[in-house]
């Protein structure tokens, strides 16, 4: 038995043994197709993301169907359509892939974009799960508790990135917010309590709108501050602008940064990037580990490596799915959202993922983050430390 089928049927074994008695009456039909419905972004903003993640998703619907599919019978169809992170379009493009026969919903990497869609997909009473959007409030604004998220969410991420700053000794932060989407504030609010409860102090806190192209405000205030480290909820193209704003002021202070910045796009922000770092999710990339096997399927289907971190991400999104699927042994709505609640110790690519009993909240998965840093001459992400935040804020 090879990596790839040993994988398969942990995944499948795992599930069905834990969940057994969710829709026990019922038995998947040999032969027929389970089709995930993705309202995803192509083109616009959030392509960097929605991107990467498509290409782990195909892994992993490949590994599954070569299997003869969910249980070795239902085989997973991956319909993907562009809604160019419009929120109306994207409720649009969902009715569409509803009327289109999709059993279970995607929508793009963003709770707040996707909030439309996954409204949608609840009154057809379908789960829906936002492909790498990580506002904790997300899933609580969903209906019938059909919505989840494919990540831990914004506040056990805050908590994670203050914890790593206590560690490294920093004592006085300066942060850089937005109240633009809940992912971009919740995050650094998450951040600062945290930070506080471990004795750090916020020293300054500074606001921006997505699409600012120019910090040199910002910048010089945060450069000329008292703080130790800088704490930033930007993403490309932004943080590309704030990065290069910091660098002219010539800031040494360092800085740490949030996943949205997991994209090879961010390694052309340039010098201030070694003085950086980010958290972001992966956990164990260690030789032999769940990461490394998707690496090597990465490239051998690809030719080269990984993009980015987000690649996992997809890879761990559809084996959740096709875990419930196969727990629930049914392929309606309801059941699989009962069995996605109960999923446990799943063995995702960025290492196990668990539904049932979440710590932070119904719908989000507890799984580890990463903190990594950044080898610019090899445009490479260097992880430094893996875990879980041992204390973190309550969704509200």
Known sequence: MNIRTKRIALITAAAALALWPLGAAAELKPGTVYKIGWASDKSNYLSFVDE????????????????????????????RRDMKSDPMLGATVVQELIAAGANFIVTTCDTDVSLPGAQMAAKAS???ISSCGADAAGPSQVPGGFGFLNVP????????????AAKKGYKKAFTLKSKSEGYTHTLGVAFEERFRELGGEIVGEAY????????????????????????????P??????LKDLERLGNTKPIIMVDGNDTPVIFDAGGQLDISAMTTYGGNRTPGSAFETFEKEYR???????????????????????AAVEAARSTEGAAVRDALDNVENVAG?????SYKNSPIGRGIPKKDYAVVTFDRANRKFVVVEVGFPQKFPPVK
């Open 300 to 322: 051998a289907k690809f030719g080269a490596d990984p993009e980015s971190l987000q690649t996992a991400l997809g890879y761990d999104l559809v084996v959740s799915v096709a």
């Open 52 to 79: 990467p993640l498509a290409k782990g998703m195909e892994i992993a619907i490949e590994e599954i169907n070569a299997k003869g599919g969910i249980a070795g019978k239902v085989k997973i169809e991956l319909d």
């Open 126 to 128: 379908l789960p829906v």
């Open 208 to 235: 921006y709108t997505l699409g600012d192209s120019s910090y040199r405000v910002t910048a010089t205030k945060m450069a000329s501050s008292d703080a130790d480290v800088i704490m930033t909820n930007t993403f």
């Open 237 to 242: 193209p932004d943080t590309t602008a704030f």
């Open 349 to 353: 690519a960025t290492g196990l993922i």
């Open 153 to 164: 969410g914004t506040l056990t991420q805050g908590a994670m990135l203050a914890e790593y």
